[in-house]
Every structure is written in structure tokens, then in C-alpha cells.
């Protein structure tokens, strides 16, 4: 299925009003104005259920496992260049991602297109470092709490995928959405990601020494690399040809990806400046990176407000019943 239209759609506009798309529900009436600017449909766009109390237990589960990494320096291990990159990490998943996912299920609850995206994005963004805090960092005191993170994050995003209906999310964007545009942004983002990371690991690979470049660091492989180039990146590259050939899921997860993509620019910035500061002599943080990965969430932030503008413009009627 390649269209972005909702099922179930019927004509018969007032003559007052422009043309509408239409989705159904069971009541058979027209849904009011969002309460967000740009909501503007009654239809649920999220079921209650499993994802809300998922994601609910995430965020306690997050904030504690982040503020006991930050506050109780002691319980992270390895070198000091790896601890303060973690605490750094820590920081930003307490006033970034928790605050955007509480933020996000509370507006989605009132039926917030916009949220479902941020919601979607900080979870993805909670998997990414919870990975990070199990294999970046020598086992620990925490380690449950980090698997109980990475666990509760994994099965947040799934309930809520499965939970979105795609053709009632792709109708609340006008037509005016630079999807391919955006497409474009984001298959160049994946590409560029994977090239800077080969250009590390084939010359590893190759030589007489693989591992070398991960001395001091505390680490048998790098968990970036291995999330990145297996997850991540084919992700944001399928999600791209998907936004672009028009695919139902498409909008959906590239525009949570932009999400993940602006705070990890923060978090990246955040975590330089930690682990600099810990180890001013180590080359696996440095200040120069510090405002190099701030301009990158900037130059991020251009074509996530982009999408965001475009959702939530498209009028939204009902006339029959969702899955």
C-alpha cells in the first residue's frame, strides 16, 4: 500500500468549508478542533493501553537509572574518559529525554499528532543510550536498572507502533509536507554516519593490530559502531524510501528518527564535554567536538520543525470505525 489516504473515505463537503478527508469512527461525528495547534482530529490517534503504561514505567525507570549514573559517579566503571562521557549521557536522558517523553504522552493523550513523534523519538532515543550503559561501561551496580531501561524502551516502541494507526496519523498532514526533500535529508544523514565509521573500522579490520584503536577506552568493540551500522542507519535509510514512495509507516518513523537525531546532536555535544573535562588528555572526547555536534542538532532542528509545521494542518472527519 502506497497512498497516504485513510480508509473510508467520502465526499459531501459543506458548501462553507473546504474539501475534507475523512476517516471513520464509531459515533459517526465530526471531531472538534486538537487541543494543539494543528490536532485536528477527534479520531484516537493511540489506543489507551499497553503503551502508555510501558512508557510511563520507562520514564520512572530512566530517571532513576540516569540520576543514580549521574549523581553516584562511583558506580560507573572503567577509565575516566568513559565515566564522564556516561555522565554527560546521564544528564541529557534527565532534562531532555524523560521531561519530552512525559511531555509527548501527555499531549498524546488529548490526541496530539505532533507527540506521537516525540514520544516515538525519545523512546527510540532511550533504547540507543541504554545500550550504551550496558556495553560501553564495565558491569556494574546498575546493570539491572540499565536492562530494565533498555527492555521497558523496547517493548514501549513496539506497543506504540502497534498501537498507531498510519492512515489516520498520514491524514493529519496537509499536502504540502517536502516529503521527498526530507527523504533526501535523511538518506544523506545515514550515509555520511556510515562512511565516517567504516573509514575507522576497515582500516581496523585490515591491519595487524584490529583492536587498537579502542585502547584506553575501556572497551572489547565500540557499541556505536555495532547499533549504528545494524540498526539504526538501515532504519533511517528504509524509513527514508519509505517517506519517500509514500508507505504508510514512512512519516511516522522518519520523523521520530529526526527526533532522535537532534537530541543525540545534544547528547553527543554533552557527553565530549564530560568525558574532556574528566580526561583532558584522551582521544575519545574532545572539546573541538563540543560546538561541531551542537551545530549538528541545529542544522537537525531545520528539517524536524519542517515536518512538524506540515502535521497536524490536514482536517480530519468521521464516519465510520478504526482498528
Known sequence: MKSDQPPAVVGGARPDEAPVRTVATP???????????????????????????????????????????????DVLGGPAVTRGSLRGTALVLMVIAV????????????????????????VAYIIYQAVLFLFG?????LFLAYVAMLSLALWSAGALLRQIDPAVFNACFDDRLPARGIAAYAVVV?????????????????????????????????????QDLAVWLPLLAVASWWLWTSRPLGRLVVGALLVLLVVEGIGVATDQW?????DPGTPFASMAAVPLFAAVAAIGMVPLLVFLRHLGAGRVEATGSVR
Do not use: H
Open 137 to 141: 561501561t564495565p558491569f556494574n551496580g
Open 27 to 73: 459515533s459517526g461525528r465530526r471531531p472538534g478542533q486538537g487541543l494543539l495547534q494543528g490536532s485536528a482530529t477527534a479520531t484516537a490517534l493511540v489506543r489507551p493501553g499497553a503503551a502508555y503504561t510501558l512508557s510511563a514505567a520507562l520514564a520512572v525507570m530512566t530517571l532513576l537509572a540516569a540520576s543514580a549514573s549521574f549523581f553516584l559517579p
Open 190 to 226: 545515514a550515509a555520511l554516519n556510515a562512511l565516517v565509521w567504516l573509514r575507522t573500522i576497515v582500516p581496523a579490520m585490515l591491519g595487524e593490530d584490529p583492536p587498537a584503536f579502542l585502547a584506553g577506552s575501556g572497551m572489547t568493540t565500540n557499541p556505536v559502531f555495532v
Open 99 to 122: 521531561p519530552l517523553l512525559v511531555a509527548s504522552m501527555s499531549f498524546a493523550a488529548r490526541n496530539s499528532a505532533r507527540a506521537l513523534v516525540v514520544w516515538l523519538g525519545a
Open 274 to 278: 564530560f568525558g574532556a573535562v574528566a
